[in-house]
């Protein structure tokens, strides 16, 4: 068993603070510090272990756009693009641009492109980066850390990152806040998971950034970094399967205000905005609910780097069920494909963390359910359409069974009446 590589994207969030609960400008963005960004995308490597990625409809250029638009200026802000973002080059636009900082101002730093980690450090590719010599040669979180406490003049620091080991910033951003800044962390992954290899992360950010009304969750006309921190841990959980990590130091996030929202959400129905599973072409996929039609669900799916919607019945519309588990429970987890016995040793939701037997601790990782057994679960003939299935039965209540279908994935796990096992 050994970890491999996974498209990352590591992103710094534009966010301004402020005291209002309305929109006195009538602007999409709140104003208040001025805020400079470094923001680095790096697609494509010299490293031939590191396989490039699909460069449509990139996200990392679609929040640099953005970011100017929403009040960033110009000069103060970098976007360093595949060939552009070597090692040296980050290092030397991150100190351009943090000496050019004032007092009561606002960085980002913003990465796009493979993550990795090698005896307790983590690493952003950058574009030269040699992957069997990644101290000497790749971007050392370490130094983002380093960088930012020497160079920077102003009140906060916010880190987004969505990688593979992203959540190694939440270090990066505790050592910068012993500075006296204010600083924020918010991840695709925590610092021992690797991330998907899609923009879902990516573009919670920038829908919560341009005031989309979905990502109010309280209806009050505002988004805050605590409702956007809200929306990635529900895109990365229910779409990815992966827990994100959210550190906030020195700084109130439920107080700091990302966008102002045009238009209210009608929240008459509980279901809007809740994720479920949905048919689309045959398949059960991860939809979210953006409204209800006569009945039927307004469903948004997202593949890869672009939504797409459809109205779909309720009979072809799934909620989502977890099963739960006990920490110190011994079990056993799914990885690539085989089962190893392994120790839950805390939960956080429905993820669990676990500890693999005879491996050593940078191996532990975070899990959903579909990826544990405990080794009791009944081996059940399922009837469904006419025809019986192989199956776990995962958990019961009262006359409803809830079952996991040989050789199909977790989309297929449903709830059915017990008369239909045997």
Same mark, same amino acid.
């Given at each position: 068993? &050994?970890?491999?590589?996974?498209? $990352? ?39 031939? #272990? ?13 929040? #640099? ?20 973002? $070597? ?12 000496? &050019?900082?004032? $007092? ?26 040699? +992957? ?9 979180? /370490? ?31 505790? +050592? ?10 918010? !991840? ?7 991330? !998907?290899?899609?923009? +879902? ?31 990635? &841990? ?10 994100? $990590? ?46 209800? !039609?006569?009945?039927? #669900? ?20 799934? &909620? ?22 392994? !120790? ?5 939701? /429905? ?55 040989? +050789? ?15």
């Amino acid at each position: 068993m &050994k970890h491999v590589l996974f498209l $990352t994207i590591s992103l710094v969030l534009f966010s301004c603070s402020a005291k209002a609960k309305n929109n006195p400008t009538n602007a999409n963005q709140p104003s208040g510090e001025q805020t400079y960004a470094v923001i680095v995308g790096a697609l494509e490597w010299t490293d031939q #272990y590191l396989p490039p990625f699909e460069k449509r409809n990139r996200k990392d250029e679609e929040l #640099y756009n953005l970011l100017k638009t929403t009040g960033v200026d110009e000069n103060n802000i970098v976007f360093l693009k595949d060939q552009e973002a $070597t090692l040296k080059s980050i290092k030397e636009n991150m100190k351009t641009i943090l000496q &050019k900082t004032t $007092t009561g101002s606002h960085f980002i730093f913003y990465y796009a492109g493979h993550g990795m980690h090698e005896k307790g450090k983590y690493y952003f590719a950058n574009y030269d980066i040699v +992957t069997t010599n990644p101290s000497e040669t790749g971007l050392d979180l /370490d130094i983002i850390a380093n960088i930012i406490s020497n160079n920077f003049k102003g009140e906060r620091v916010t880190l987004w990152a969505d990688c593979c080991y992203s959540g190694g910033l939440e270090t990066t951003a505790e +050592t910068i806040s012993k500075k006296g800044f204010k600083t924020c962390a918010l !991840t695709s992954a925590t610092a021992t998971n690797t991330s !998907t290899g899609n923009w +879902t992360y990516s573009q919670a950010l920038i829908d919560c950034l341009k005031g989309e009304a979905m990502m109010d969750r309280n209806n009050d006309g505002n988004i805050t970094m605590n409702e956007m921190a809200g929306e990635v &841990k529900d895109a990365m959980k229910f779409r990815e399967r992966q827990l994100n $990590t959210f550190a906030t130091f020195n700084l109130d996030a439920d107080k700091t205000i990302i966008s102002y929202v045009s238009g209210k959400m009608n929240r008459s129905d509980k279901e809007v905005g809740s994720y479920v599973f949905a048919m689309h072409k045959g398949k059960w996929e991860v939809a979210r609910v953006i409204g209800k !039609t006569n009945g039927e #669900y307004d469903c948004e799916f997202y593949f890869y780097c672009d939504k797409e919607s459809k109205t779909v019945s309720p009979q072809k519309v799934r &909620k989502p069920h977890f099963i739960q588990h006990k920490v110190g429970a011994s079990v056993k987890v799914e990885w690539d494909k085989k089962w190893y016995d392994a !120790t839950i040793t805390k939960a956080d939701g /429905d993820f669990y963390y676990i500890t693999y037997a005879g491996y050593d601790k940078s191996y532990d990782e975070w899990v959903l359910y579909d990826r544990i057994r405990t080794g009791s679960e009944p081996k059940v003939q399922v009837l469904w359409e006419g025809q019986y299935y192989s199956a776990d039965l995962l958990e019961k209540n009262g006359a409803q069974s809830y079952v996991h279908y040989d +050789t199909y994935d977790y989309t297929w796990d449903e709830w059915t009446d017990s008369k239909n096992i045997k």
